[in-house]
């Protein structure tokens, strides 16, 4: 069964500080890897990770994938309060179920 | 550029009662739609997918129906509500990339 799990489930911090938050991942036939922001109601997308080794970056986020060690990191530097969030990992297999697997995601709370 | 609707934002209903949970995408054609929900500090765990008009796919077995009357409309939904079914329902669409969310349902079922 394909399965997506983040860690940690909870974190707290300052601003300024540095996050990483992780998301591995067994899935049969892996296609793409996904990261969304959880604020308040909508999921909104951050990135989507095809290929191992290749960095995308969004301003303070970056993300990157090993599709050899099957996981994923989230990176945030100089964390705001706005990065206050639930962040969820979701994996696509190329099924051709056209379906997503969510991990239950990271809580982070960052503290001004 | 496309939007998605999804209605009412806040539902309670007593247990027994029937539930109708609607979700529309506008700009864009035959999308694949999704239904997902969302327990309290859990991730999202999808309900129902259609890929078209009338094709619903479903993921777990549980009280809830999905349909797709229209191509870019669907309904979630229930005969009679468990206390089990009280939750944060998403609707979500995409093309071939990411998928697009609805601002969500909150259900609460006493």
């Known amino acids: 069964e394909d399965k997506v799990v983040q860690s940690p489930l909870s974190l707290v911090v300052h601003e300024g500080d540095t996050v990483t938050l992780n998301c591995s991942y067994e899935?049969?036939?892996?296609?793409?890897l996904l990261w969304y922001k959880q604020e308040k109601k909508a999921p909104t997308f951050l990135f989507m990770l095809t290929s191992s080794g290749i960095e995308k970056k969004s301003g303070r986020l970056s993300s990157i994938l090993d599709k050899k060690e099957l996981f994923s990191i989230l990176n945030i530097t100089a964390t705001q309060t706005g990065d206050s969030a639930v962040y969820l990992c979701a994996v696509e297999p190329s099924s051709g179920n056209n379906d997503m697997r969510f991990g239950a995601g990271t809580r982070l709370t960052v503290k001004p | 550029s496309q939007t998605i609707h999804q209605w009412p934002a806040t539902l309670v209903q007593p247990v027994g009662s029937p539930l109708s949970l609607e979700c529309t995408v506008e700009g864009t054609s035959n999308p694949n739609l999704y239904w997902y929900r969302q327990a309290a500090g859990r991730g999202l765990q999808l309900l129902f997918y259609?890929?078209?008009?009338?094709?619903i796919s479903s993921e777990v077995p549980q009280n809830l129906s999905a349909s797709r009357p229209q191509d870019r409309q669907f309904i979630l939904s229930s005969k009679k509500l468990l206390l089990s079914d009280s939750g944060f329902y998403l609707c979500?669409?995409?093309?071939?990339?990411?998928?697009?969310f609805g601002e969500g349902s909150r259900l609460t079922v006493l």
């Open positions: 899935v049969t036939n892996f296609r793409s």
């Open positions: 979500a669409w995409r093309d071939t990339g990411e998928l697009f």
């Open positions: 259609s890929v078209g008009i009338g094709q």
